[in-house]
């Protein structure tokens, strides 16, 4: 599981579902279904850019130090 998820987010990573695009006679899962992985990516997607700041702040404040 991803360190930077939240504690609903688990299938995150190699594990997310994939999103498909398919007629509706073939497509098995409901609406809810669809949108709760949709909005998992996006969960994962956050989790990533808020790790990202998270470092970069880090390496930020480690280089200013450094310079004094």
């Known amino acids: 599981m ?3 998820a939240r504690p609903k987010e688990r299938k995150v990573g190699a594990q997310r ?3 498909t695009h398919l ?3 073939i ?3 409901t609406r809810r279904e669809r949108q709760a992985e949709k909005q998992a990516v996006a ?3 956050r989790a990533i850019k808020k790790s990202a700041r998270r ?3 880090q390496q930020l404040i480690s280089d200013l130090e450094e310079a004094d």
Request: hydrophobic share 15%.
């Open 17 to 19: 579902p994939k999103i």
């Open 23 to 25: 007629p509706k006679s």
């Open 2 to 4: 991803d360190p930077y």
């Open 43 to 45: 969960a994962e997607r």
């Open 55 to 57: 470092h970069l702040k």
């Open 27 to 29: 497509e098995t899962r």
